[in-house]
């Protein structure tokens, strides 16, 4: 028997998006995510990796292009596409500093759920992902460590009930093994939810070989794509960057 190819998600095509008039970073970029992927976006700074993402979200408007999510035409603003089922984790520590983990997880949760029995099925998968967070649900966030910052950012995220996960940078200023952590439990929720996730990433860390495609971006421009062996060739990526 065939096995069917898994279903898209997230389909871009020949998408340009920018800054206003005459400040265009994206041109005519092509990206495709399947359902329980794990897609892995590189560029250095300036490259647009992060606009990518923002437009995709719908803070940005596109100028040109199509974005499907599902198959469907993207539309909408940020908070439309959260309810349709699309998460985005910014750059940095992108919790809400001054309230609880416990509260920064029913906050996210209550964009899209109103049921506690489900807010409560979700929030005991994500403590199971990240254990560390067990015993911090009563600490305030904004008093955690950088790494247990960003598993409260995504956590918060997958309390949303996405079926795309976009994570901006998740393993930026952490130690390599607290990235090789974090990717284990990243692999982790993706697996046990069938997720499709896009995350960005500037340099090459092991932990991220798991991922099944490679995107590299330079100047608003998908310059290489490859499959998971790609990631093993780590000097011809770093020669696209």
């Known amino acids: 028997m065939v096995k069917a190819a898994p279903s898209s998600v997230l389909d871009v095509s ?3 998006a920018g800054y206003g008039r005459g400040k265009t970073v994206l041109h005519d970029v092509d990206l495709h995510v399947a359902q329980g992927e794990l897609a892995l976006l590189m560029g250095h700074n300036g490259a647009g990796k992060s606009t ?7 803070e940005l408007q596109q100028t040109h292009g199509d974005v499907r999510f599902l198959g469907e035409p993207l ?16 750059g940095g520590r992108a919790v809400f500093a001054g309230l609880t983990v416990e509260e920064n997880l029913n906050v996210a949760a209550s964009v899209v759920e109103t049921d506690e029995r489900r807010i409560g099925e979700r929030r005991a998968l994500v403590l199971d992902v990240f254990p560390q967070l067990v ?7 904004g008093g955690l460590s950088g790494g247990q910052q960003r598993m409260v ?14 994570l901006d940078e998740p393993s930026l200023g952490l130690a390599p093994v607290l990235v090789e952590r ?12 069938g997720l499709a996730v896009l995350v960005v990433e500037q340099t090459i860390n092991p932990a991220m070989l798991a991922a099944d495609h490679v995107y590299v971006l330079r ?3 998908v310059v290489f794509r490859g499959g998971e062996e790609a990631l093993h060739d780590s000097e011809r990526l770093w020669s696209m960057l």
Not at 75 to 90: C, F, L
Request: net charge positive.
């Open 75 to 90: 539309r909408g603003n940020s908070a439309q596409r959260v309810r349709r089922g699309i998460s985005y984790t910014a």
């Open 135 to 141: 015993e911090r649900l009563h600490a305030i966030a």
């Open 14 to 16: 020949a998408l340009r």
């Open 182 to 193: 974090l990717y284990r439990s990243i692999g982790e929720i993706r697996s046990r939810l």
């Open 153 to 166: 950012a995504i956590s918060m995220a997958v309390m949303q009930e996405p079926r795309l996960l976009l």
């Open 219 to 221: 100047m608003g421009e």
């Open 52 to 58: 990518l993402l923002r437009t995709i979200f719908g």
